[in-house]
């Protein structure tokens, strides 16, 4: 394959934490081809077809998961990769596990968490993908963790950007293997989190429609949007409705997508090197300036008519409520953890507390509803809005 000269080239790499044997390599894989196969087979990544994206423990089958969200970010991640001249096995390994962190009921279950950790240092669900991939999934008898590339690694941490606080999971990881934190990403990591960008800002617009919480009249104040709809009237009048609404979201990633494609091309003309882009002081990748205004305005327009519905508030309100009386059960007695959770427990704090939080963000949501329902003798109410 031919990289353009800023792509992160998996012959370069940087290494592992755990240095490797060349001869215990499994079949001709790049690096980066071997962390996106190691994420894919991971258990943590199969627990995210049971995780929430937008609405908790959708009863529909037609609504997005973690899972189902996260592979629609890599194929937006793959093609502006390949557009663009950048390894697209690293690109889609960081879509793939962008999520992987997520708690059971999403933002709800993360704000649940960092209220129950107040006086360990907080959670935070970036930082817990890197803890889980580096420490927790552990399925190697050399080493701890998934074993990934530096790449991968630095790509996932800095993904939105350069960091200055970090909180204590990230603090430790980096302690051990550093990360460069306070750089850019490289160009793959920064197109996965426009990929992520772009596939929700869109998908969740088909979710909130299929649901009823957004309604096509309103989402048409949208000057950009309108423009789209009525080009799409124009040359589909007679399509049913279902179908011209799942065309508008195709052409609105599309308009996205080749938006990210010149930006990005226009801010890496001159780059000879990864190091120019993690030394740039900016962004590379980025939507222009005009669309980036009209995404700021989309993002504002689904908070809300869609994340901050009353009934999506009321719904993450019962969810907190049922993560947090977890947590008060599990630090009660520790024994009702299964596996050998229990028996791992540290003894002394903040690492006791950060042990338990790990059990329960691990948890799919049909899991942790389960697990509520053993300890408390009832099913939690009201979970479900869809």
Aim: proline share 5%.
């Amino acid at each position: 394959m031919t990289y353009a000269p800023y792509a992160c080239d998996p012959a370069k790499s940087r290494g592992r934490e755990f240095p490797i044997e060349q001869s215990l390599a499994r079949g001709p894989r790049s690096a980066y081809q071997r962390d996106r196969d190691r994420i894919v087979h991971s258990i943590a990544f199969r627990r995210l077809r049971h995780k929430t994206q937008v609405f908790i423990a959708p009863d529909g089958d037609h609504y997005r998961v973690r899972l189902t969200h996260s592979l629609e970010v890599a194929q937006i991640g793959r093609v502006i990769a390949r557009a663009l001249g950048l390894d697209e096995d690293l690109t889609e390994a960081l879509c793939l596990a962008h999520d992987i962190g997520h708690p059971p009921f999403g933002h709800a279950g993360e704000d649940a968490l960092d209220a129950a950790l107040h006086k360990a240092g907080g959670f935070d669900h970036n930082a817990m993908a890197l803890r889980t991939l580096m420490r927790l999934e552990s399925p190697y008898c050399e080493h701890e963790g998934l074993n990934l590339t530096w790449e991968l690694l630095e790509g996932l941490a800095k993904h939105n950007g350069p960091l200055g606080m970090v909180n204590w999971a990230l603090a430790e990881l980096d302690a051990a293997y550093p990360l460069h934190l306070t750089e850019w990403g490289s160009l793959e990591s920064q197109v996965a989190a426009l990929a992520d960008d772009i596939a929700y800002d869109n998908h969740d617009i088909d979710d909130g429609l299929r649901a009823g919480f957004l309604q096509l009249d309103e989402l048409l104040t949208l000057d950009f949007v309108a423009d789209h709809w009525r080009a799409i009237e124009r040359k589909f009048p007679h399509a049913p409705q279902d179908r011209r609404l799942r065309e508008l979201v195709r052409s609105q990633i599309g308009w996205m997508v080749n938006d990210v494609l010149g930006e990005t091309a226009a801010r890496a003309c001159g780059m000879t090197s990864p190091a120019d882009v993690r030394g740039a002081g900016r962004a590379t990748a980025a939507f222009s300036a005009a669309l980036a205004e009209q995404e700021r305005r989309l993002k504002t327009f689904m908070y809300e008519r869609l994340y901050h519905h009353p009934q999506q508030l009321a719904t993450a309100e019962r969810a907190r409520a049922v993560m947090a009386e977890l947590y008060a059960a599990y630090a009660q007695d520790p024994g009702l953890m299964e596996g050998d959770w229990q028996a791992r427990l540290p003894a002394e704090e903040p690492a006791r507390s950060r042990h338990i939080a790990d059990y329960i963000a691990g948890m799919t949501d049909r899991f942790a509803i389960s697990a509520f329902a053993r300890i408390y003798g009832r099913m939690p109410e009201g979970l479900s809005n869809v």
